[in-house]
């Protein structure tokens, strides 16, 4: 599924104009060709390689994150698409949550996507694991916490999880707003949707 969705915005981000590659993301820090030199380091970094970074930053990831996005940014948006046309099917990766991974392809694609109005959605099967794994723990984003004392129910798959005040949507929609983006509350119904939105 990692390859899949990394195989999907590689063909979304073909036609870009140099406009749209220089489009504010909804990573509010990072344009469209930010978001995805992010995700090709994400892919070429081990386990190791990534501890060594972070450590040589004194933990301080907002510098790790930056000096790795640097190091994977082309010259200009084609160099950057092909560079993460490269890493499609890496299977490198700083952690064994293959989720968390699914995660970061499925959340930046839609950082994307979103801000530029392309359609296209991850499969409700990779929207699905990633809320999931959002839904157990704290991971990079404080999901499980946005969603503590919430009734979460996807309206276009099974997932479903916690009790109290309901929010329910989109499967995407919901992974989206446990990853931070509240933009994707818009998306949500339910008396609970207030409370998730100024927690994001």
């Known amino acids: 599924m990692v390859h899949a969705e990394r195989a999907a915005l590689a063909d979304d981000l073909a036609d870009l104009t ?42 301080d990831f907002d510098k790790h994150n930056a000096r790795q996005l640097d190091a994977h940014r082309g010259d200009n ?18 952690s064994g949550h293959i989720a968390a991974w699914l995660g970061e392809v499925v959340v930046h694609a839609q950082d994307i996507r979103r801000p530029l109005g392309l359609s296209r959605e991850p499969s409700i099967a990779a929207a699905t694991a990633v809320a999931h794994f959002y839904a157990s723990r704290n991971f990079t984003v404080s999901s ?38 509240s933009t994707y509350c818009d998306d949500l119904t339910g008396p609970g949707v207030h409370t998730l939105r100024n927690r994001l």
């Open 144 to 181: 499980r916490s946005a969603i503590e004392g919430l009734r979460v129910v996807a309206t276009d798959s099974p997932f479903a999880t916690g009790t109290g005040p309901l929010v329910t949507g989109p499967t995407l929609a919901l992974t989206m707003a446990m990853a931070g983006r």
């Open 18 to 59: 140099d406009l749209q590659w220089a489009q504010q993301s909804l990573c509010e820090k990072w344009t469209v060709e930010q978001v995805v030199a992010h995700l090709t380091a994400g892919a070429t970094n081990s386990r190791f390689r990534w501890l060594v970074s972070v450590i040589s930053t004194g933990f």
């Open 77 to 94: 948006p084609a160099e950057t698409l092909d560079r993460f046309r490269a890493i499609v099917t890496s299977t490198a990766s700083p």
